[in-house]
């Protein structure tokens, strides 16, 4: 709640006019306790995840497999709707407990590592760099913890439970045990802890580590996907592998960028996978080209 009961008052405490989005904020949060603006977190969560996988699963199941197969990793595997939204439901609900009721009780962690909600708003290039180092932060911890839920007791006991799509979905992305939400919550707001930020970055946090995650699982590799220009990026066929391996995967487990999987080692499964590929279609060109020159030298006599 912003201790100014007006404009003109904002303004005498900042020095300076108030900017657009800074007057639009003072509008919104000036009456809004603390512990309900954090809890726009669960709310922002469930709308970013019912709405931004949606278009991907309609282009899978609306649209005919000819179509979908040049860009979809499996093309063989197309979950029924039926199955998709069952998917949808019990991650929905996983995700209203766990996240709602960490937003409850974590409220107090969260003004004690210093998130504000106050006046000024951060710049556009504040708010990037924080950005990049909650990234950084995430994905080298999200790396370790993840290779420890594929530990025996790890994956038997609760990783399991997201290794059920061995073709993952959009709506997968964050379909997991309860104990594995909470437990990947930790990388996620480590960054935030060790580099304070205001709650709307907070909330930008969130909605770009969610689409992330959703990017990561849409089964699709699109060639005009902007994220191929993001350096060390893995993209949804490095994460898609680790999904087809399942159980006995040792290798990608970076859910962001790739260097921690190629600095430990943790990547010469999908490397040889790729030379395989490579090869496979290196070994395809040559049979056509073969046939072609067989079929004109047929024509030709």
Request: charged share 15%; with cysteine; aromatic share 12%.
């Amino acid at each position: 709640m912003l201790p100014y009961s007006s404009a003109a008052e904002a303004e005498a405490a900042l020095g300076r006019s108030m900017t657009f989005a800074e007057a639009a904020w003072l509008r919104y949060s000036a009456t809004v306790p603390d512990h309900l603006l954090f809890c726009h977190n669960v709310a922002i969560l469930l709308v970013v995840y019912t709405l931004a996988p949606l278009p991907l699963a309609l282009l899978e199941q609306l649209t005919p497999q000819a179509v979908t197969s040049p860009i979809k990793i499996q093309p063989r595997v197309r979950l029924s709707a039926a199955a998709v939204f069952r998917c949808y439901l019990d991650t929905a609900w996983v995700l209203l407990l766990t996240v709602g009721m960490l937003g409850i009780v974590s409220f107090p962690v969260v003004k004690m590592v210093g998130i504000r909600t106050g006046l000024p708003l951060p710049t556009l290039g504040e708010a990037a760099a924080q950005m990049a180092v909650y990234l950084l932060i995430e994905d080298y911890l999200g790396y370790w913890i993840h290779r420890l839920l594929h530990t025996k007791w790890g994956y038997e006991k609760i990783h399991r439970v997201h290794h059920e799509f061995s073709a993952p979905v959009s709506y997968a992305a964050p379909y997991a045990h309860w104990v594995e939400v909470l437990i990947l919550g930790v990388p996620s707001f480590t960054g935030p802890a060790i580099v304070p930020c205001h709650i709307t970055v907070l909330w930008l946090w969130f909605v770009v580590r969610q689409i992330e995650a959703i990017d990561i699982h849409s089964g699709f590799e699109f060639p005009f996907n902007p994220t191929r220009f993001i350096p060390f990026y893995g993209g949804a066929e490095f994460h898609d592998y680790h999904h087809r391996v399942g159980e006995k995967s040792q290798s990608n487990f970076s859910s962001v960028f790739t260097f921690c999987d190629y600095l430990y080692g943790t990547a010469k499964g999908y490397k040889f996978h790729k030379a395989s590929l490579a090869k496979g279609r290196a070994v395809q060109a040559v049979r056509k080209h073969v046939r072609s020159k067989e079929e004109a030298s047929r024509k030709n006599n």
